[in-house]
């Protein structure tokens, strides 16, 4: 798979949250949250239903603006972004949605190549990268398949695809393993396991602590669990 790592050196902060807080509307949801997490890096986010981990993920891609604090991504500080810096920001993160949801008119491929689409390449000149992707998350022989007619395992690597098609510095995957079985959940933890091998920055968001134990076998990796409004570095050992 051809993926590229652009300028942020190993270990220099991709995402920096100073005493952040977010709210909704009616009471503050996350508060306090001073959290730097350096590139390469591999972090789990954890916590019970509710807490906040999809907002926190949300912060991490720009899609929500902290209602109080500094957020920086990439060294820069999201408020001073315009709408053109915040979707370029936007493109060196990849994302695989709790929901994975996907233009069920379309096929798996023309899905998985949809951010290409989007940001105006030439799907000609990208049919070797998107084969590629599709052999390395083991759909090659579901290109052409619509996406009710795939399971879930094959849903969330399409989802992985689609999120890192664009070569992003960084992987946010929301409950990735929510529903799909042992055997599936640890080849997902593989293909992402490998993206951080790549010198990518991976954060999942998880209720699965198999799964983070799991990962422990693998590659050394953090976890972050948000209780009672505040994140706590529970470390390396959880
Ligand atoms: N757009 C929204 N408007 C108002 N409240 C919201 C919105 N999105 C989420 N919430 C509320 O914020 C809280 C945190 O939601 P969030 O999805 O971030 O939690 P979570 O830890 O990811 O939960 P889960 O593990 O169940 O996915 C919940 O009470 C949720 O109802």
């Given at each position: 798979m051809v993926c590229r790592v652009r300028a942020q050196g190993k270990g220099e902060p991709v995402i920096e949250l100073t005493d952040v807080a977010y709210s909704y509307g009616d009471g503050e949801l996350l508060g306090d949250m001073t959290l730097s997490l350096p590139t390469g890096s591999f972090y789990f986010l954890t916590g019970p239903s509710g807490a906040g981990k999809t907002t926190l993920l949300k912060l991490c891609y720009g899609e929500l603006l902290p209602t109080a604090g500094h957020l920086r991504l990439f060294d820069q500080?999201?408020?001073?972004?315009?709408r053109d810096g915040i979707a370029e920001m936007r493109r060196r993160i990849g994302v695989v949605h709790q929901d994975c949801q996907f233009l069920d008119h379309l096929s798996i491929a023309d899905n998985i190549a949809l951010p290409l689409t989007v940001a105006g390449h030439s799907l000609a000149g990208e049919q070797q990268n998107l084969a590629e992707l599709m052999n390395w998350v083991g759909l090659r022989d579901r290109a052409?398949?619509?996406?009710?007619?795939?399971?879930g395992g094959e849903r969330q690597r399409a989802a992985l695809a689609r999120a890192v098609i664009m070569s992003p510095d960084v992987i946010l995957a929301d409950e990735?393993?929510?529903?799909?079985d042992w055997e599936m959940s640890q080849r997902l933890l593989q293909l992402l396991v490998e993206l951080n091998r790549m010198g990518k920055t991976v954060v999942i968001a998880t209720h699965d602590m198999s799964l983070i134990r799991a990962a422990k076998t693998q590659v050394q990796s953090r976890v972050l669990r948000i209780a009672g409004r505040r994140i706590q570095q529970a470390g390396a050992d959880l």
């Amino acid at each position: 798979m051809v993926c590229r790592v652009r300028a942020q050196g190993k270990g220099e902060p991709v995402i920096e949250l100073t005493d952040v807080a977010y709210s909704y509307g009616d009471g503050e949801l996350l508060g306090d949250m001073t959290l730097s997490l350096p590139t390469g890096s591999f972090y789990f986010l954890t916590g019970p239903s509710g807490a906040g981990k999809t907002t926190l993920l949300k912060l991490c891609y720009g899609e929500l603006l902290p209602t109080a604090g500094h957020l920086r991504l990439f060294d820069q500080d999201v408020r001073s972004l315009d709408r053109d810096g915040i979707a370029e920001m936007r493109r060196r993160i990849g994302v695989v949605h709790q929901d994975c949801q996907f233009l069920d008119h379309l096929s798996i491929a023309d899905n998985i190549a949809l951010p290409l689409t989007v940001a105006g390449h030439s799907l000609a000149g990208e049919q070797q990268n998107l084969a590629e992707l599709m052999n390395w998350v083991g759909l090659r022989d579901r290109a052409d398949a619509l996406p009710p007619e795939l399971s879930g395992g094959e849903r969330q690597r399409a989802a992985l695809a689609r999120a890192v098609i664009m070569s992003p510095d960084v992987i946010l995957a929301d409950e990735p393993t929510g529903n799909i079985d042992w055997e599936m959940s640890q080849r997902l933890l593989q293909l992402l396991v490998e993206l951080n091998r790549m010198g990518k920055t991976v954060v999942i968001a998880t209720h699965d602590m198999s799964l983070i134990r799991a990962a422990k076998t693998q590659v050394q990796s953090r976890v972050l669990r948000i209780a009672g409004r505040r994140i706590q570095q529970a470390g390396a050992d959880l």
